[in-house]
Structure formats: C-alpha cells, structure tokens
C-alpha cells in the first residue's frame, strides 16, 4: 500500500473516482502483493530442485498416464481428504516432472508442501535422531500438507533408517498426504524397507486411500539424447 498510494490516488483523481473506490484498488493492491509474496515463499520452502509444470510434460510419451486424472489431482481435494499418490515407473520416465507438477499446484491452493528425496529424507531422521532432536523434526514434517518422497528404491537404507521413514508414514496415515515416486513394483519394496511385516504395514497404509499410476516406458532423457544426436547426424536426419 505504502508504494502504490501515489499512484493510484493520482488516477482515482483524474478520473473522478469516489474514494471508497480508491481505497478498494488499494487494499486489492495489497492482498495480490501479500498472496504473491506467500506463494513464492511456500514454494521456496518445498524445496523444489527445479520448478517444472504440465506445460512442459509430454503426456503421449507416456500412453499408461491418464492425463485428464493427473490433472484432476492439481485441484487438491486429495490433500484436503488426507489420500496419497504414488508414481510407479522405470527410470527417466517423468516421475519426478509429475510429482513437482502436482506439489507446485498444491503450493498455489495455499497448502504447505515439501520435496526431498527418499534417501536425503531417512539421512535427516539419522542425524536428528543421533542429535537428540528426532521429535522436533518429526514435528515439522507432521505441518505439512503434502510431503512428497522421490525416488524410493534407488538406494537401500539401514535398518534403523527403513524404521524411521517407516514412522513418517505411519505418523501421516489419513492425517496429513503423501506423494511417492519409485522405480520398483510394490512387490520390491522389502528390498527397501528390510522385511515383509513392515513392507505389508506400510503399504497397506499407502495405499489404503491413493491414487496409483505407472509410468512405464522409454526413458525422456534417453528419447532426447537420440533426438539430439539425429539433428547432429546429416546422415540421419535425411
């Protein structure tokens, strides 16, 4: 209000305006100023590694994606009835394109979110539970509204590692969202959390209430890397 009052007060004028018009552009100045500073501030606390929309992801590459369903969930109902998505595909498939998509549509209805990777996930619940502090971080977590875990099964945790990320979904089950991307099948998921019992327990949480796509297919980055090496090629381009 402060950097726009001049202004707008040197147009109301001009145009005659009565002044509870004036005050009505000023305060609406306000409210777009303060909601646009709130938004980019939420999504700086997702963490986001790049910012990646829709606009940009190719949804034929992927025949088994159902487009009009994805795009359904940037409405968020899903968050605001506590449900998860899981992603299910082999690598460079667009997992991670899709689950930043979605976390970016939840940040713009006002939700909180937070992106990290599966494993940089359960090395902050090692440290902090090494540090005395596992609660306090246990507590921010359980703030957001959508926490979203990339790349689950690329890497294998320990023992204690697989109980702590075990916790955070159990914590979150029909409280708070999940949003999960994997490479392996949920039949391989022992392999990440180190046993049967706690794969049945946690999946059967997961998926109690989620909406499940695979996304299996030729990897985008192998697709434009021939793609580039065709436009390098004269003799493949003919």
Known sequence: MLAEWEKLAREAAAKNEPYEN????????????????ALSARIRAAGFPVIKDFDTFDFAAIPSLPKQKVLD???????????????????????THVAIALGLAICRLGERVRFVTAASLVTQLEEAQQQHRLDRLLGQLDRLDLLIIDELGYLSFSRSGAE????????????????????????EWGS??????????LLDRLTH???IFEMNGESYRFRESMKTKKEKDPKKRK
Do not use: P
């Open 22 to 37: 004036y005050l009505l552009r000023l305060t609406e100045a306000e409210v777009t100023t303060r909601s646009a500073n």
């Open 73 to 95: 969930l940037t409405r968020g109902q899903w968050v605001e009835q506590h449900s998860n998505c899981c992603l299910i595909g082999n690598a460079g498939t667009g997992k």
């Open 164 to 187: 702590l990320l075990f916790q955070v979904f159990a914590d979150r089950y029909e409280r708070r969202s999940v949003l999960v991307t994997s490479n392996l099948a949920f039949s």
């Open 192 to 201: 990440v959390f180190q046993g049967d019992r706690m794969t049945a327990a």
């Open 209 to 211: 209430r989620c909406d």
